[in-house]
């Protein structure tokens, strides 16, 4: 081998070798480049792992506050539903209510028209075809629910009675009522007028 050939050789040695590193350190410089990325990913998903959990827990709470919100608005519709449906079955109940307090003081006066003394056979014709009248009138309203409340003779009872005046009869028991001034009158289980009366002492 000539000394040219030899020269040759070893630049050509020299130039293999000078590839072959920079070869190796782009590799190497590529290995820390995946490096540090694997590691950067590393990190972003353990902090995206950290905020879904953070939005997961907004959400349960959230969903948990909708729920009670929901349950507190059922309640409030099924009283409201409840209350409803109790007000309807008290105003068929007591529908007549207010034309039987209308109609209270016809009966008073109709039982003034019986007290009266008659003689004549026109006024006694009168009174019987009254009689009449007033025992349709209050069939019909008995009909519909209306109730006498009995009083005299009976204890007084502050719920039934309206004490008006006072008396004294050693015969019958104190709180007993003597004398029924006005008819009370209920309408089914509902007091529409107490009976006005004299207690005995």
Not at 23 to 41: G, I, K, M, P, V
Request: charged fraction near 35%; charge should be negative.
């Amino acid at each position: 081998m000539s000394k040219d050939e030899n020269k040759e050789l070893n630049e050509e040695t020299v130039k293999t070798a000078a590839v072959e590193g920079d070869n190796l350190t782009e590799e190497a410089s590529t290995s820390a480049s995946a490096a540090d990325e694997a590691a950067e990913n590393t990190d972003s998903g353990e902090a995206e792992t950290d905020s879904c959990g953070t939005r997961i827990a907004e959400l349960e709470e959230e969903l948990e506050r909708k729920e009670d919100k929901y349950l507190r608005l059922l309640s409030d519709f099924e009283n409201f539903k409840r209350r409803s449906a109790a007000d309807m079955q008290a105003a068929e109940k007591y529908r007549s209510q207010r034309l039987m307090l209308e109609l209270l003081p016809v009966l008073d006066n109709f039982g003034r028209a019986f007290d009266a003394e008659v003689t004549s056979e026109d006024a006694l014709a009168l009174k019987k075809g009254m009689e009449m009248i007033y025992q349709s009138f209050r069939s019909a309203m008995e009909k519909e629910g209306l109730e006498e409340i009995g009083a005299e003779g009976k204890e007084f009872d502050p719920n039934y009675h309206h004490a008006v005046m006072q008396g004294q009869d050693d015969s019958k028991p104190s709180n007993t009522v003597l004398e029924e001034l006005q008819k009370g009158y209920m309408l089914k289980d509902r007091i529409l007028r107490p009976s006005m009366v004299k207690v005995n002492e």
